[in-house]
Each structure stands twice: as C-alpha cells, then as structure tokens.
C-alpha cells in the first residue's frame, strides 16, 4: 500500500509560481511512472502530466505544456509539479497518483494509488 501526501497549494495571483510536492510512503515508488491529475468544481478530474520511473521521460497536457515542469526524486520518493505563470483557468484540486507501470501514461485506470489534493486557486 503506498500513501501520497501533497503539498505547496495556495492562492496566487495570475502570473504567478507554485511548487507542488507529493511525498509517498509505505513503499518505494521510484519503479512507477508517476502522475499529476487536476478537477476543477464541476469538472472531471483531467491528465495534467506524467514523469516515468527514472524521471526521463515526461508528458504534459497542451494547456500546460510550456508552464508546468514534473520532475522527482526517487531519494526522496518525491514528485514536484512546478507550475510557472499560472492562470485562473488552472484553478483545481491538483492530486498525484502513482501509476501501475513504469512508462508514462495519461490513462486515468493505469494509477493504483491517489493523494488527498492540494487546493490550487488563481485569482485574476
């Protein structure tokens, strides 16, 4: 069983930066794939990107591509999603989840595990 913690939410103004982490426990992660999900209220829950198991080989949705970075430290069995030049559109509850391969994937079945969330809001 793994447990996700997530962290770094907050309110921010347009243009702004947030660094999120997500720290997993009861065992390693570092030979999964790693995601990033988002849902915004009244929304379903949408990919925002993946990092594979040694963090090589990453893929972002298209309206973040270009402002978000994932990356992870298998040391420290940590995510981070670096979120530059947010926008109000990027509002959501930004969740990780650790995927059951080892390659990236965007599929939401392909994640055994999810955090809690950590609230994101982007005022104008």
């Known amino acids: 069983q793994v447990q996700l913690v997530e962290s770094g939410g907050g309110l921010v103004q347009a243009g702004d930066s947030l660094r999120l982490s997500c720290v997993a426990s009861g065992r390693t992660v570092s030979h999964n794939a790693m995601g990033w999900f988002r849902q915004a209220p009244g929304k379903e829950r949408e990919f925002v990107t993946t990092i594979n198991w040694s963090g090589g080989s990453t893929y972002y949705a298209d309206p973040v591509k270009g402002r978000f970075t994932v990356s992870r430290d298998n040391a420290k069995n940590t995510v981070y999603l670096q979120m530059n030049r947010l926008r109000p559109e990027d509002t959501a509850v930004y969740y990780c989840?650790?995927?059951?391969?080892?390659?990236?994937?965007?599929?939401?079945?392909?994640?055994?595990?999810w955090g809690q969330g950590t609230q994101v809001t982007v005022s104008t």
């Open positions: 989840a650790v995927s059951k391969r080892l390659g990236i994937t965007m599929t939401y079945r392909e994640y055994a595990y």
